[in-house]
């Protein structure tokens, strides 16, 4: 069946609700008492005559108490790309993550991406071409590990698990594919983090990694890994509707799985200094300038063909050559010092940097709050585009998930 759009030019994002505690994995559920984040968003069309971004978070997403999924997307060429994005974009991921539990998640993400980018080909195509929008992305997972990076906590599966999260949503495995191409090294996480190149498990995964040669993830892990006190006792609880909700052991950890494709960006306050967990992919960059015209294009005027200030993007089937949707990723595990995130469009990084924003809302504990003065200073400072917003907040110390 194809996607339903309705007939507004603003792309729409899904209902923001709000329960207590559990959200049973429905999009964009506020748990209103959890015990290790918090979620803001904010978003306003600015001065453009329509609204093309969408976003998309889920607290405690599949079903792990702790965990979540947290994304922006900015489209241009018209809202289809985002708005599918903001509402499916987490499916896939779910998808992919049930499908290849071993498989490191920065190639899980590197999947995903190139997995979403098909579908919307496929949309494209499906329209005659009345769908050709695109959209760039940053999206952060939040995942709970044992120290070995695994989730040996979690009981064995007794069959195929539903990728479905709730009721009210829908998701399909698609192809995976992937362009030859090597998301450039930033020049912020040089000084921040130290990579490491994802290892092959099999002889399978030696065979996918060379087929998607140059696309291998980039992990950078900030700082060592930090034992996160969740609960007693790895456990699983029944919530009202039935649904079991895994409860981590006290000695798990948080890592924090980001990627990007775009100029769409993560920013993570550590102790009040601003680290970009993302790369500008932009017609500006010098790497990616030269992937484009080794690939057969030009940019002028820092734009793709004279057309696309950005050189990755989800969508944007008709310059799928060059404007590829190979994502930069980047891993790290949280400790005490990490107090917040933010994701957010150009449209907040076009009149502000990375420690400005920070700086602005560090003393805000409240993330809704936060969200919002971040947007409201990207209006205020006449941003020219629109602008979303999504802070998580950490919290820290012993809770009490149950």
Known sequence: ???????????????????????????????????????????????????????????????????????????????????????????????????????????????????????????????????????????????????????????????????????????????????????????????????????????????????SFGTSSISNLISPPTPRSLSPAGSRKNSADGLNIAIPPASSRRVLYCANAGDARGVLCRAGKAVRLTYDHKGSDKQEAKRITDAGGFVMSGRVNGVLAVTRSLGDSSMKEFVVGAPYTTETALCEDDEFLILACDGLWDVVGDQGAVDLVRGIQDAQVASRKLLDHALSHHTTDNVTVLVIRFKHGPSSPA
């Open 1 to 211: 069946m194809p996607p339903r759009f309705s007939d507004s030019p603003n792309a729409r994002s899904k209902s923001i609700t709000t329960a207590e505690l559990d959200t049973h994995g429905v999009l964009n559920r506020h748990s209103t008492k959890h015990p290790v984040f918090q979620v803001g968003v904010s978003e306003d069309k600015g001065s453009r005559r329509t609204m093309e971004d969408a976003h998309s978070f889920v607290v405690d997403f599949d079903n792990i108490r702790g965990q979540g999924f947290f994304a922006v997307f900015d489209g241009h060429a018209g809202k289809h790309a985002a708005e599918w994005c903001g509402a499916h974009f987490h499916e896939s991921l779910l998808t992919a993550l049930r499908a290849s539990p071993g498989v490191p998640v920065p190639d899980i993400l590197n999947e995903t991406f190139h997995n979403v980018d098909e579908s919307l080909s496929r949309m494209c195509e499906e329209s005659d071409g009345k769908i050709h929008s695109g959209c760039t992305a940053v999206t952060a997972f939040l995942r709970i590990e044992d120290a070995d990076g695994q989730q040996d906590f979690l009981p064995s599966p007794e069959g195929s698990p539903d990728p479905e999260q709730s009721s009210d949503s829908a998701s399909s495995p698609h192809n995976s594919s992937s362009e030859n191409v090597t998301p450039p090294p930033s020049d912020d996480a040089k000084d921040t983090k130290k990579k490491k190149d994802s290892k092959s498990s099999s002889a399978s995964r030696i065979k996918q990694a060379l087929k």
